[in-house]
């Protein structure tokens, strides 16, 4: 059974930075995505950010593009996001999503992690 786990989220000032991780067990595929979703209080999920297991495409939302960066270690089946000049807009619960077998990128996502939640404030 697939189980993504998602850790990294927590308090941190406006301008600050901070690290998801997005670790996934319990698959043996090469080929797959993982995406960054978030819900902030009140807001419909976003879709945050893309990558693929097998090629250097990346995307990103227009809000956090220039400021947060995807990245991915195959060999710990872990995807992180690097979040840098952090606003307090940022401010939600992050989940990371995976599906196997394409690179779609959406919400219809096979799998979910439970979520971290990042709160920009000071």
């Known amino acids: 059974q697939v189980q993504l786990v998602e850790s990294g989220g927590g308090l941190v000032q406006p301008g600050g930075s901070l690290r998801l991780s997005c670790t996934a067990s319990g698959f043996t595929s090469d080929y797959y995505a993982i995406g960054w979703f978030r819900q902030a209080p009140g807001k419909e999920l976003e879709g945050v950010s893309c990558i693929h297991s097998n090629d250097n495409n990346t995307d990103y939302v227009d809000s956090v593009k220039g400021r947060f960066t995807i990245s991915r270690d195959n060999a710990k089946n872990t995807v992180y996001l690097q979040m840098n000049s952090l606003k307090p807009e940022d401010t939600a619960v992050y989940y990371c999503?995976?599906?196997?077998?394409?690179?779609?990128?959406?919400?219809?996502?096979?799998?979910w992690g439970k979520g971290t939640l990042v709160t920009v404030s000071s």
């Open positions: 999503a995976m599906t196997i077998g394409n690179y779609a990128c959406n919400y219809g996502m096979e799998y």
